[in-house]
């Protein structure tokens, strides 16, 4: 696949000097990707594509005049091609596609392949139109991979939609989706399920690219991963497991998320590799605040680079590799007729841009955008997705006879970690419900479908943090459904009617009454707030989660996001029940 | 793009060992081109792909069993995957496709990327069809690119047939055609030609790889036809143009063809790049005794070895650099769901393959096919393409007033290359006809229309090199007219006469009688016999050409070909007059 220009006889009639070009790039230092040389050269842009490269590295002729109708001074830098997010979900960052472009163009980044999972889980087919319409026209490439499991495991709980293969098709039929987004289910694929084989075909059948996610997979299960059409993985954990997939010809995106770390595993074991062209950079989840202040994939290949890459093959995976990892033969380097997608730094190895070209255009000087984006609204925006009937306070406790009760309890396995076991306690009974007998550790979850399905699930869960008050969210991975976590229902339903009214976030509420709020109306997930204001308000949420809430953990905000998702082990919630999740089925509370 | 396995389905089943693959090869060391290690391995294949591989690099696993219906020993040798000739026309080998897969099987190449050039200016769309048709079902890949340059420049000439927007679209449209063949006329690109223009929008716009050629292309020009979409080059004879070409962005298809040498010039010069991986390596032009002898793609390995690249660099350039060239991402490796394209050597710098497997299955051994490739009939084959009337021995002369008249010859600059220039020469005139003279070194020569135009020109050149008799062929760049070169008009129309009677090739004559015959009647370019056969045939023929006809050049069997071929500098003739090639237009043969 190629980038087409609009016009392709403008751009060769500027390199030829017949008419002049937009904008000339001068005073830089050229890194040329291609050939790991760094010499000076101008650059010469058209429609938002190189039109020439003016040069003479050798000593031996190259050099040409550039006439052009702006100039931008470089002052000496070194000029890059802007960096390529090879794998991402915009929503964790919890930013419009627009926000997102504002956050991250000014740390050098000028393409995200996203993976809309999360809005798709809430909103299906026309959540993730609301993402491709909502990246169109921006000064950046955000290209979409169409969510490959929705819902995630269709078994354990409800989502607010499902993806089959006509939702599939419909959205691979968008010219700016490349292929299917990480596919989770790779059981699924081992054992050539029909659902999975239906989907990967119509990819397959359409030469798209499907994207991977292979945690720990190994021998032969990795094989038939690679075999299934799978090409690439951002899940790699190990140094064995970056080697081996590497050998098997993926691609792997070696992450530096909010929550994940991988390149201190992952670079040191490939650093050797004499040809290392499959290894690509990604972010996977990042909040607002560690993109302002640690950067965006600049982050990565800062990263990559302490932890033993070369510059040159950090550099290299966060443009050209990744370019070739989706299949663009005219991105990711600075040569005639690739896209005139740029940037000056000072460092290979800490990247941080003085100036930015996206498209063709200067978009950020110094770490700052010169012009916001502009604004638009869409319907989707709008759209209150919090669908759920308000319980009484009576649906909130658990009804039991007798006067103790056996009962199933999820239990953390520590407080900075997701994995959980099930533990059975005996809890004291009381006026015919549950009760969690005056310890602190203990909590009631309850996860009520959000859209609209009416099904909720209340269970108990030790160790989760919380000293009082209770603590929900819509933002609850994969299903998103409404969770909250509580010891009076009183508070619980605070949480619930302010969710539901504000159409999505997270709230804290203490004796009844609302402490602190995260409000996240699109599709209960993404703020109207860009990144700067977003960050602040996370930073007041997070002050208030510990010092009203007592959730001393690294992150509370994230604390409460994957109690309900099913593919983490060992014991999670749903709406429909409590989760097995190594025998992935639902389990009774009480026995 | 992506090669497509039948049955994804039971490539998994065979890499988790549910079913038995349909062949495994065991005891081979692989080297890797993905990251240039070499260990030992066990590659599993199923319905023309790898399913999986067993390896163990490091100590820390990876090993596990492979069941097959057969297992091929390796021996120990390196398994490394089928090489791939980035730029080739299979007509110059004078071969039909099966018969050139039998040819360069036994050398290791498994993928063809070909220009069908020579038989589209012979019979057009209907020709390109034909080598798609014939290379369908062979055991190895041999994908099509459309010729971009039918005829080479319009108006110097006639050839049988016409490339515009149609035609080209027409082909674009086939499942094996990859994009365009080499865009000869990067002066029309440069000047951005509606003719060019338009078959470059039709291969854009449906994604088609664009082939270059862009002979000492330098600064602003080669920027300016790299910006115009053009992805490669098979014409760099330098080491600074190798450069600049990989620098821009461009990939460079390092020559080693029969005639042109350039891996001295280009692998010094890029040996120390240290991301080198767009370069590849192409045949072009290979005579069929030159791949019996010294190989095929497998030559040019070897050449680059000895020029400087290291042997990794070498063997990846031949098979991973080009499969991204083109595009194509499950080829060029030895990896699940890649293409079981592999071959046994004992030596990445000079390999020689044991064993040769091509779509899954062992095709040769030691340098030997295993089976024919089947015959297969097609109604162009027998299709006589030399359609002309036989001239009168009158029309063979060239008729001048008076006693002498000033000529324009064409001179050769010497007696082993084809540039020649054109020099002013007073000749006598006998009975209303211009004389030689008595000079063996001039002879006259026609060009004869032979797609049924009926046009024809007579002229007079120098050190062409044949001291006696007539020599023709139908094999004449690019339009492949009827060249003659002769004394006396009764040994040409010897020649003529042959010439049409088996429907092209090459002829020798003296004395009024053909003495020596090379017959090539597919297309008048192409023979019935296999590389063998051919070969025995063109050696005869060569014996003849020196013995019979005093013609002492190094390849008197292509001394002919382009005399009439209007891009090779200063003098050259056509069916329609003289060619002055540097003014592109035709000139007067006396003044």
Redesign the interface.
Known sequence: ??L?PRD??R???????RVPCDLAIRNVRLF??????TYEAEVGIVDG???????D??G?????PIEAAESFDGGGGLLIPGFIDSHLHIESSMLTPAHMAEAVLPQGTTTLITDPHEVANVGGVEAVEYMLEASEGLPMRQFVLVPSCVPAVPELGNAGASFGRDEVERLLDHPRVLGLAELMDYPG??A?SARM?AI??AC?RR?GFMQGHAPFL????L??Y????V?SDHETRTG?EA??K?????HVDMRESSMSLNAAAIAPAVKD??????LSLCTDDLEPEDILTTGHVSRVVARAVECGLSP?QAI?CAT?NAA?EI?I??LG?V????AADLQIVSDLARPRPSAVFAMGRLVARDGRMLAAVPRRSFPQEERNTVRLEIPSEEALRIPAEGTSARVRVVKYDSLNGSTTSFSMEDLPVEDGYLSLGGDRDLKFVAVLNRHGGGTRFVGVVRNFGTARGAYGATVSHDSHNLVVVYDRPSDALAVIRALKECGGGKIAAVDGAVVGRLELPIYGLISRLDADGLAREISGMKKILRSALGLEVPNPLMRIVSLALPVIPKAKFSDIGLVDVLAQKIVPLME
Not at 11 to 17: E, K, N, Q, Y
Not at 226 to 229: H, K, M, P, T, V
Request: with cysteine; charged share 25%.
């Open positions: 696949m190629q087409h392709r006889a751009l060769v009639d500027a390199a030829m000097g040329n990707v291609l050939t790991w040389e594509f190189v039109a020439c490269v003016s040069a590295p050798d031996t002729g190259g050099r040409f694929i081992l050539n084989r990967m075909d397959e030469g190994a021998d032969r299960d094989n038939a690679a075999a299934s059409g090409r064995r080697r081996d590497l050998r098997l010809g993926m590799f004499r040809n290392l062209s499959t040159e290299t050209l070739r299949g033969t005219n380097a040569a005639p007729g690739f």
